[in-house]
């Protein structure tokens, strides 16, 4: 069952959530930082990553995204409580457009940034204004073996590639 979005910003399990984004079911999550994807290998079973370059925002006001791989962050913050569950959910103007965006389960015990992927699927620019809402966050109950500990749990205001420490 989705949990009401209210709940979660009532218990604390939800920061930095513009009233303006709650939705029914979810909770509207904004692009405030997107960096490309560089296109070289990457050691999975070490967790190096790609690399990211930052993308500056151009003469339009606004992020041009070719096609190719692009991680986000919104300046919401979730600790997913015992129990509990969240995931993105593309949002259907930018799926309509071929973007798609994509995240691993928000395990109980989560806590950081809500962030995600973006993948440009078709060719041409895509532009997105800072701040613009690109994916849905749902939180579900969930019959729980555990919670998450570990290394991509970050303190509100970090990301987990810059982490403090």
């Known amino acids: 069952m989705f ?5 979660g910003i009532q218990e604390g399990w939800l920061k930095n959530v ?6 029914p079911n979810a909770i509207d999550i904004t ?6 994807v560089a296109q070289h290998d ?7 990553h790609r690399n ?3 993308v500056s925002i151009g003469d339009k006001g606004a992020w041009n995204l070719y096609q190719g791989v692009y991680d986000f962050a919104s300046v919401s913050y979730v600790e997913v409580p015992e129990g509990m569950v969240g995931w993105l959910r593309t949002r259907s103007t930018l799926n309509r457009n071929g973007i798609l965006v994509h995240s691993g389960l928000y395990d109980s015990g989560f806590k950081g940034p809500i962030c995600g992927m973006m993948y440009n699927m078709v060719g041409g620019n895509v532009y997105i204004m800072p701040g613009t ?7 579900a109950r969930s019959d729980s073996e ?3 500990s570990g290394g991509y749990n970050v303190a509100e205001g970090e990301n987990w590639f810059n982490k403090k420490g």
């Open 3 to 7: 949990i009401n979005p209210k709940i």
């Open 18 to 23: 513009d009233e303006k984004n709650i939705q």
């Open 31 to 36: 692009a405030d930082q997107i960096w490309k």
């Open 42 to 48: 990457a050691d999975i079973t070490t967790k190096r």
């Open 52 to 54: 990211r370059n930052e």
């Open 133 to 139: 809402p690109v994916a849905q966050f749902v939180i």
């Open 146 to 148: 555990g919670i998450y």
